[in-house]
Structures are given as C-alpha cells and as structure tokens.
C-alpha cells in the first residue's frame, strides 16, 4: 500500500448508542474510502471513562457491522494511550502556552461576560485564573485541588502566526465529487481552550489531533457540528508539529424539530430500528445515501 494510500476513519464516543446520524458518518466515510482504494478505520473515543461503557462498544461495533461496515484491526482505544496525550500536553506546557484553571463550571458562569460565547454556545472563558500568582497556583495543586490546563489563545496565535509567516491558518475542505477548498480557521472564536480536562486525563480536542496524526488519517470525515472545531485542531497541529488532513464535514441528520440527533433519542437508535425490521439498505436510504458501492451526495 503506497504512502498516498488515503486513510479514513470514524471516531464514536461509546457514551450511548449508535443512531441514524452516527450512520450517515460511517457510511459517508467508508463508501469514500471505498471509492478512492482508501483503508478504513475505527478509532473508540473512550477518554471519558465515566461515561464509556465496553457494552457501548460492543453494541456500537456490532451496528457498524450490521451496516456492512469493515475496518482495520487492532481498532485504537484512547482509553490505552492517556500517556500520549499527557506528553503532547507536556509540550505545549514547555513552551509556555498552558495554565492550570481550578475553577468550576459554576465560577466561570458567575463571570461570564454577556455576549461572550463560544461556537458550541458555552461561555468564553472570563480569565478567572489566568493570572494567578504562581505560588498560589503551587499552594491549591498541593493542597489536590483539581485543575484543568487551559490554552493562551492568545500566545497561541501570536506562536502560529510566526510560524506560517503570515500566512493565515487554514484547513483544506473536500467533497464527495474530490473538490477540494482552503476553508480559513478561526480558533479565537474558542477563546482559552481546555486542552487537558479536570476530569478526564486528556481533552477531545488534543487527542484527535494526535490520534489523526499517529494513524496516518489523511480524510477526515464527521458531521457539521464539529466544523468549528476544525480551526481548534489545525491551531494544535501547528503547535505541536502534526500534519493537517482534509477535513469533509457532512450534514447532520436532525429530528423533526430540527434538532441534531441525540444519543439518548431511542427511536433513532440503529439497534431499536434493526429490531424493528429495517434493513441495512433501508438505512441508507433513511439517510439520504444511495446504494453501497455508488455515488453518493452526503
Ligand atoms: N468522537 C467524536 C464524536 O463521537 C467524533 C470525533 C471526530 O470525528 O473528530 O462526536
């Protein structure tokens, strides 16, 4: 298999079941690799392990399966590389970009600025501990204060900035037709970023960049609710020295209110729709995909 060989991969987090909107993303990504003689992967999102359960897995596994879906083995679990995480974490540490954060969701909803929020609709983070003095910082680590290590956006941008030499950051966009677009990213949106979470040992937002970059992902291919998360991972992967995929963020499948699928949403779930008769092929269909193997217009 050649180096230009494309690599896709779907990434579900095992904190519930599979549904319709997680079958438009795997399907979406397998029939492109299929069309281009790519490999396919599947990657267990599993770094929050309260919530990640191995039943979720199996289950998870087996919708995929049932939908006629193959990947590589051994198939990554993050939940087993937490040390890889740390050490990228370590890095942006060294240079400086990363301060401890102890406060609470609470705290920071307390002083939040109005109008500040960022694409996911949570608040910008206030600043509450940006600059506290390092012996406090000391003090409250030793004392076990849990912390998060938040990111200075701001040092980040000026960091990224000298190192494309003033050329703006940017992500490559691609269709299913192989148009590919320079999309601009715009990480500032997120403001001071939680790169390493206070209850979990990593955030979703280094370890896919890291985990895309180990596994060779070339394309990636997930729905439109992570498109601003994009800028985030192409500010990381230029902070830490990764290489950039292409990125196709597909349509999301809403209910009939208009909102984004839940996991929690039972009647959309594939395992209850499976047992209620329908067919993988009827799957596709419900998604607005056309038959395995053909064109598709996701
Ligand atoms: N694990 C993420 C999710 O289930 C998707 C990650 C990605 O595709 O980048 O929403």
């Keep these: 298999m050649s180096a230009s060989t494309p690599v896709f991969r779907f990434a579900p987090s095992p904190n519930g079941e599979l549904h319709l909107g997680h079958a438009l993303s ?48 051994p198939v990554l679990r993050q939940s087993q590389h937490f040390s890889i995480y740390r050490k990228a974490a370590e890095r942006l540490r060294a240079m400086d970009l990363l301060y401890p954060c102890f406060a609470t969701r609470q705290d920071i909803a307390a002083a939040k600025r109005p109008g500040t929020v960022d694409p996911d609709g949570a608040p910008i983070y206030p600043g509450l501990h940006k600059f506290m003095p390092a012996a406090e910082v000391e003090d409250r680590i030793a004392r076990g204060e849990p912390f998060a290590l938040r990111l200075h956006m701001d040092r980040a941008l000026e960091l990224v ?32 970023t939680i790169v390493m979470r206070k209850d979990t040992p990593a955030s ?95």
């Excluded at 281009?36 to 990657?43: P, T």
Aim: charged residues 25%.
């Design 161 to 192: 900035a000298a190192r494309l030499e003033g050329k703006p950051l940017a992500f490559t966009a691609f269709d299913g037709a192989g148009t590919e677009t320079a999309m601009p990213a715009r990480p500032e949106r997120w403001g001071d």
């Design 26 to 73: 795997a399907l979406t990504g397998f029939d492109m690799a299929r069309r281009l003689g790519g490999r396919f992967l599947l990657r267990i999102e599993d770094i929050d392990t309260q919530r990640c359960t191995e039943a979720n897995i199996a289950s998870q596994m087996e919708d995929l399966a049932w939908l006629g879906i193959t990947w590589e083995q």
């Design 204 to 298: 979703y937002h280094l370890s896919v960049v890291v985990d895309d970059a180990r596994q060779g992902i070339s394309h990636v291919t997930r729905g439109m609710d992570l498109f601003a998360a994009t800028d985030l991972h192409r500010l990381l992967q230029v902070l830490v020295d990764l290489p950039a995929p292409k990125y196709h963020h597909h349509r999301l499948i809403t209910d009939v209110e208009g909102r984004k699928l839940a996991k929690s949403a039972r009647d959309t779930t594939l395992a209850s729709l499976r047992q209620s008769g329908i067919t993988p092929a009827e799957i596709r269909a419900m998604v607005g995909l056309s038959e395995a193997g053909s064109t598709h217009k996701a």
